[in-house]
């Protein structure tokens, strides 16, 4: 059985088309760029649920697992893990579909953790969580 896409309500955090300027010199999609998309959609999530700001402080347990090509439909998919009184981990799942094709894979995945950020730069509590 071939692994699908999460079932998410609402679907992909973010869907966008990976371009030529966005290749190396090999033809295959940058890395750094597949990451960006990641955070994109993680610190959307993130923003969400922070009820406003948010900054990226950690990224653990990325794994690359094939190349995204260009003009492939990359989308994220994420999802909430464990939140804190300042700080939201999401697990984010990416998948390339080729152009035109019916199937996607998976090409990376990873936790990001973002901090909720005040007004001042600084982390603050996050809505509806009580300080111990």
């Not at 030529?20 to 955070?39: E, H, K, V, Y």
């Amino acid at each position: 059985m071939t692994e699908q896409p999460p079932r998410i309500p609402g679907g992909a955090q973010l869907r966008t088309i990976a371009m030529p300027r966005d290749a190396n010199a090999s033809g295959a999609i940058f890395g750094g760029w597949t990451l960006s998309q990641m955070d994109l959609a993680g610190g959307t999530l993130a923003a969400e649920r922070a009820g406003g700001r948010v900054a990226t402080v950690s990224i653990e347990a990325m794994r690359f697992l094939r190349p995204v090509s260009v003009g492939d439909e990359v989308s994220c998919y994420c999802t909430l893990g464990e939140v804190s009184d300042s700080s939201i981990e999401v697990k984010i799942e990416t998948w390339a579909r080729e152009r035109g094709g019916k199937s996607a894979e998976k090409v990376t995945e990873g936790v990001f953790t973002y901090v909720a950020i005040g007004e001042d730069g600084r982390p603050r509590d996050l809505p509806g969580r009580t300080p111990e």
